[in-house]
């Protein structure tokens, strides 16, 4: 996917953003939830106008940003060798965020929807996303594991990232799971740090290995 037609379809994501605000605004109250807690209660508010423009403002930096990370990138660790995997998972993580916030807003207006539902299967959906193309994204500074030892290394980067693809698919299956089945809502966070963990730890592990050998 070329980066304009990424920025096309990043936009196009902007506009179904403003589009729902338009539509919601006479509904949302005074004071609109931004923040849910894991008992799918709100725990944060914004006055309307600020509340109702937060999709579309975060919508819109990360159309920003899309466009804006491939030419800032230092030489050496440039986007353009796999910009079309970067393109994809950009969009991937905007479309995620996007049915976060809309629901947000649905539910600040009076329909009954579950929060801690709709960002649980919204994030196992994006970390399946991520995983599957892991293992094509290539070292730099904005997307992927970078530790220390992944950064400092072109093999230690490949093969945390290979194994890594495993490890986000399978936490995000988990965690789809864990909704589906009724499963305590500590259990996405703890399944969530606990593969960023093992990702950090292996990326270690294999830089130990690499430097030894």
């Given at each position: 996917?070329?980066l304009?037609?990424?920025?096309?379809?990043?936009?196009?994501?902007?506009?179904?953003?403003?589009?729902?605000?338009?539509?919601?605004?006479?509904?949302l109250?005074?004071?609109?939830?931004?923040?849910?807690?894991?008992?799918?209660?709100?725990?944060?508010y914004?006055?309307?106008?600020?509340?109702?423009?937060?999709?579309?403002?975060?919508m819109?930096?990360?159309?920003?940003?899309?466009?804006?990370?491939?030419?800032?990138?230092?030489?050496?660790?440039?986007?353009?060798?796999?910009?079309?995997?970067?393109?994809?998972?950009?969009?991937?993580?905007?479309?995620?965020?996007?049915?976060?916030l809309?629901?947000?807003?649905?539910?600040?207006?009076?329909?009954?929807?579950s929060?801690?539902k709709?960002?649980?299967?919204s994030?196992?959906?994006?970390?399946?996303?991520?995983?599957?193309f892991?293992?094509?994204?290539?070292?730099?500074?904005?997307?992927?594991?970078?530790?220390?030892?992944?950064l400092s290394?072109?093999?230690?980067?490949?093969?945390?990232?290979?194994?890594?693809?495993?490890?986000?698919?399978?936490?995000?299956?988990?965690?789809?799971?864990a909704?589906?089945?009724?499963?305590?809502?500590?259990?996405?966070?703890?399944?969530?740090?606990?593969?960023?963990?093992?990702?950090?730890?292996?990326s270690?592990?294999?830089?130990?290995?690499?430097?030894?050998?």
């Amino acid at each position: 996917m070329k980066l304009s037609r990424s920025l096309l379809v990043s936009l196009v994501f902007v506009a179904i953003a403003l589009a729902a605000v338009l539509w919601l605004y006479p509904s949302l109250p005074p004071q609109v939830p931004v923040h849910w807690n894991l008992q799918g209660a709100p725990d944060g508010y914004r006055s309307r106008p600020w509340g109702a423009a937060m999709p579309v403002l975060i919508m819109a930096g990360l159309s920003f940003l899309l466009w804006l990370l491939p030419g800032i990138s230092p030489r050496g660790f440039e986007l353009s060798s796999f910009s079309s995997v970067y393109a994809l998972l950009m969009l991937a993580v905007q479309a995620a965020l996007l049915v976060i916030l809309l629901a947000g807003l649905v539910a600040s207006a009076g329909y009954a929807v579950s929060m801690w539902k709709v960002t649980s299967l919204s994030l196992g959906a994006l970390l399946m996303v991520l995983g599957n193309f892991m293992g094509k994204l290539r070292k730099n500074f904005f997307i992927g594991i970078r530790t220390p030892w992944t950064l400092s290394s072109d093999a230690v980067w490949e093969r945390t990232h290979r194994a890594g693809g495993w490890m986000f698919v399978a936490t995000g299956a988990l965690v789809m799971l864990a909704v589906a089945f009724g499963g305590p809502r500590w259990l996405t966070f703890a399944l969530v740090l606990l593969m960023a963990a093992a990702c950090v730890l292996y990326s270690l592990l294999v830089y130990r290995h690499i430097e030894r050998r």
